[in-house]
């Protein structure tokens, strides 16, 4: 891209983004004020964590700002979603849209199909209540509705859930093996439902001692509960929720108190296809349709001709933006093995990691320079410089869907996120957009900042071996303030 284009594009984006007039911008301040003033604040994050790896380039001329052990692998954590968010805007495009398919084989007679009806997975990770006003059905009524119309009250034959895209296994071999119950480490599918995992609510007993009442929701026959849990007296308790290995029952322990409201909390499931067809069946249940036949997970399309009766959509952008935005590990997993999937006909994370990293080589970072285990950051074998993030961002910047990128990340002071309190005060607030990382002992933060002098500079500080994660996102976010306040 020639050099006066890039800097006109940089221009209008973020005049776009802030609303800031920015074509008269105010010459830059002199590189040893800005480099000192990075170099005390990097000092000082040094005192938090014991590998610290930090690289900041100005936009307008690809000049390197600041540097500190820029060359140095670091573990990424959430700062992976970057890489995989941008390898799937550029592979799909902004306009791709998912494609999940119900369809039915036999004949209709008397209000009956005498047949089959199937669910053709696509991979769609928004198949959930997060866009339909919290109801988790509304998707599923719509699907029951088609089949209202066509007169259908009962099917005869088998629920065939079809996945012809991702490969086992679901939950990968890096993540940590005493967590697979939380919600952050959900199992990955072709068919996937409420982001594969249950809300367990837990109510208190009218009488100490007793057990706490235990509900999913919605209620789902499907789970299995051991409530070891009673009820305490006051409003105070320890509550346990988890699912048991390799397993969908369900186990509250500890105390929950007589006094206290409620308590949520989300669980991922064990069998990710399972959980689809017990919940798709209760919402047909809902409109009067039951399938007497079982459930019949497939690879590949089973024989027949099957007729379509439904299909739900859903876009690249709020997949994207609910990946960086909320740091969804099972959304970004969900678009690295699609991405494995059309690279190879294979969605296995190896061949994800093959296709994201072949993205990256062609953008221009380096191939030594980074290394991918999965698409999230929850495996720690993800690492790279930080002077491979910054170039990263760098060329997305300019990409053709440099705008698609830069909105789906979380900017400074956006309500809601985890963002809404770091960096909320004038003049950083909305004046960085950066996607953040955190797992145990590893903090990161990469992405755009707007100076006071209106350029704009890419940025990545990848902090490991973390004695503190407050400690280092403070020292994150001072750096970040030297960024824009003498930039």
């Not at 399309?301 to 299909?311: D, K, L, N, R």
């Not at 993800?382 to 698609?404: C, I, K």
């Not at 963002?419 to 990469?446: D, M, Q």
Request: with cysteine; glycine share 10%.
């Amino acid at each position: 891209m020639p050099k006066l284009h890039r800097i006109l594009w940089s221009l209008l984006l973020l005049a776009g983004l802030t609303g800031v007039s920015l074509a008269e911008p105010a010459p830059p301040r002199t590189a040893p004020t800005l480099e000192a003033s990075l170099a005390r604040e990097v000092e000082s994050a040094r005192r938090t964590a014991r590998a610290v790896g930090v690289h900041v380039v100005d936009l307008a001329d690809d000049r390197v700002v600041y540097g500190y052990q820029e060359d140095q692998p670091r573990i990424l954590a959430s700062n992976t979603k970057l890489m995989t968010t941008a390898a799937a805007l550029v592979d799909l495009g902004p306009g791709f849209r998912y494609q999940t398919r119900v369809a039915l084989r036999g004949e209709v007679r008397g209000g009956t199909l005498e047949g089959d009806l199937a669910v053709f997975g696509a991979g769609d990770p928004n198949i959930s209540g997060r866009f339909h006003d919290g109801d988790p059905y509304a998707i599923f009524r719509g699907w029951a509705d088609e089949l209202v119309a066509r007169g259908i009250s009962r099917v005869t034959g088998d629920l065939y859930l079809v996945n012809g895209i991702f490969e086992a296994p679901r939950v990968h071999p890096d993540w940590p093996r005493d967590q697979l119950s939380t919600w952050y480490e959900a199992p990955v599918d072709a068919l996937s439902f409420s982001d594969n995992c249950v809300l367990v609510r837990v109510r208190p007993s009218r009488r100490s001692g007793a057990p706490p009442i235990v509900e999913t929701v919605p209620p789902l026959d499907y789970f299995q509960v051991r409530n070891q849990a009673k009820t305490g007296e006051g409003r105070r308790g320890t509550l346990y929720v988890r699912r048991e290995d390799d397993s969908d029952t369900l186990v509250v322990s500890g105390t929950i108190g007589r006094s206290s409201g409620h308590l949520d909390v989300w669980v991922a499931v064990h069998d990710p296809e399972a959980y689809f067809a017990a919940s798709l069946r209760a919402a047909l249940a809902e409109r009067g349709i039951s399938i007497a036949g079982g459930d019949r997970p497939v690879h590949g399309t089973p024989p027949g001709a099957w007729e379509q009766v439904a299909v739900f959509e859903s876009t690249i952008e709020q997949t994207l933006e609910v990946t960086n935005k909320r740091s969804q590990n099972f959304y970004a997993e969900s678009l690295a093995k699609l991405l494995g999937f059309r690279r190879a006909g294979e969605g296995s994370w190896h061949e994800a990691t093959e296709a994201i990293g072949s993205f990256l080589v062609e953008l221009g970072v380096p191939a030594g320079e980074f290394r991918l285990s999965d698409g999230s950051g929850l495996s720690r074998s993800n690492q790279a410089t930080p002077r491979a993030m910054t170039r990263l961002l760098s060329r997305m910047y300019f990409h053709d869907f440099g705008r698609e990128f830069v909105r789906s990340l979380p900017h400074s002071g956006e309500d809601g996120l985890r963002w809404e309190r770091r960096l909320a005060a004038p003049p950083y607030r909305e004046n960085v957009f950066a996607k953040t990382g955190t797992i145990r002992g590893v903090s990161t933060l990469s992405g755009y900042a707007k100076g006071a002098s209106g350029r704009v500079y890419a940025f990545s500080i990848l902090c490991n071996q973390v004695r503190s994660t407050s400690d280092a996102m403070a020292a994150q976010d001072r750096i970040v303030r030297a960024l824009i306040d003498r930039g």
